[in-house]
């Protein structure tokens, strides 16, 4: 009877706790100038402080239901996530043509890069469940690229994470503006940024004296936390359970320690 009790309590305790914890979500429309952006803001309800802000990139295809369950995901962990929208609420590539496209606009323009995701920045800033003060930026992919021109461009960030992300910039004398810490998760295979400019980018943050950490995934190419790029690595792009399970392990304590 006893044990039967302590089980009982045991499934109330479980059953109020989610009850307590429910996820929000809603879209927020920002913008640059005349160009409407759209985020999708993720947060536990439940919340009785302030929480660390998360702004999550998209990849090249554009915000997507990728981007916006991760940040429903980082909901569930207690922060209040931001998936940002950098290409504009109208631009959503329909294929990958389209994507390279988008994505080259804002790699050969990284002053409009920075100013889109600056923007993301403001906007996560102003919501009231969130921490000013306790922001980290994540990429993935392209998304990584973005997210290091943000702390590349001196923001007040906590940390930059990148999943996958491309790490060349055309100014690397800018990581002297990098104020907090770096987490990089790269595939070992990954033909899409290869060993010369993972290279480049560790020298980078070596000259700035960037505290930063480089985790590398055997067997993992590009795009390895992405269900939807299959399983042939012969592709460049594939994903890959391990490396994908390791690096959000990794992730929640990187943000155990900024935060």
Same mark, same amino acid.
């Given at each position: 009877?006893?044990?039967?009790?302590?089980?009982?309590?045991?499934?109330?305790?479980?059953?109020?706790?989610q009850?307590?914890?429910?996820?929000?979500?809603?879209?927020?429309?920002?913008?640059?100038?005349?160009?409407?952006?759209?985020?999708?803001?993720?947060?536990?309800?439940?919340?009785?402080?302030?929480? #660390?802000?998360? !702004?999550?990139?998209?990849?090249?295809m554009?915000?997507?239901?990728?981007?916006?369950?991760?940040?429903?995901?980082?909901?569930?962990?207690?922060? /209040?996530?931001?998936?940002?929208?950098?290409?504009?609420?109208?631009?959503?590539?329909?294929?990958?043509?389209?994507?390279?496209?988008?994505?080259?606009?804002?790699?050969?323009?990284?002053?409009?890069?920075?100013?889109? !995701?600056?923007?993301?920045?403001?906007? !996560?800033?102003?919501?009231? *469940?969130?921490?000013?003060?306790?922001?980290? /930026?994540?990429?993935?992919?392209?998304?990584?690229?973005?997210?290091?021109?943000?702390?590349?461009?001196?923001?007040?960030?906590?940390?930059?994470l990148?999943?996958?992300?491309?790490?060349?910039?055309?100014?690397?004398?800018?990581?002297?503006?990098?104020?907090?810490?770096?987490? /990089?998760?790269?595939?070992?295979?990954? #033909?899409f /940024?290869?060993?010369?400019?993972?290279?480049?980018?560790?020298?980078?943050m070596?000259?700035?004296?960037?505290?930063?950490?480089? *985790?590398?995934?055997?067997?993992?190419?590009?795009?390895?936390?992405?269900?939807?790029?299959?399983?042939?690595?012969?592709?460049?792009?594939?994903?890959?359970?391990?490396?994908?399970?390791?690096?959000?392990?990794a992730?929640?304590?990187?943000?155990?320690?900024i *935060?």
């Amino acid at each position: 009877m006893k044990r039967f009790r302590k089980y009982f309590v045991f499934v109330l305790l479980i059953l109020s706790q989610q009850l307590m914890s429910q996820i929000k979500t809603e879209y927020i429309a920002y913008k640059d100038g005349d160009v409407v952006l759209e985020g999708y803001l993720a947060y536990d309800v439940s919340l009785k402080t302030s929480a #660390p802000g998360i !702004i999550i990139v998209h990849d090249w295809m554009g915000e997507s239901s990728f981007t916006n369950e991760k940040a429903e995901a980082l909901a569930k962990l207690g922060y /209040v996530g931001f998936a940002a929208d950098i290409y504009g609420k109208d631009f959503r590539p329909k294929n990958q043509d389209e994507a390279g496209k988008l994505a080259g606009i804002y790699k050969n323009d990284r002053q409009l890069m920075r100013r889109r !995701i600056n923007l993301a920045l403001d906007e !996560i800033k102003k919501q009231k *469940f969130v921490d000013p003060d306790k922001i980290a /930026v994540m990429g993935y992919c392209f998304g990584g690229t973005v997210a290091l021109e943000l702390a590349r461009s001196g923001a007040d960030v906590k940390g930059t994470l990148t999943f996958h992300g491309g790490l060349d910039t055309p100014t690397p004398q800018d990581a002297k503006n990098i104020k907090g810490k770096v987490l /990089v998760m790269h595939g070992g295979d990954d #033909p899409f /940024v290869p060993r010369e400019q993972v290279n480049a980018f560790e020298k980078e943050m070596k000259d700035a004296g960037v505290d930063y950490q480089l *985790f590398i995934y055997s067997g993992a190419v590009h795009s390895f936390t992405n269900p939807a790029a299959g399983n042939d690595n012969s592709k460049g792009a594939a994903y890959n359970e391990k490396a994908d399970k390791r690096s959000w392990e990794a992730m929640k304590t990187f943000f155990k320690e900024i *935060f």
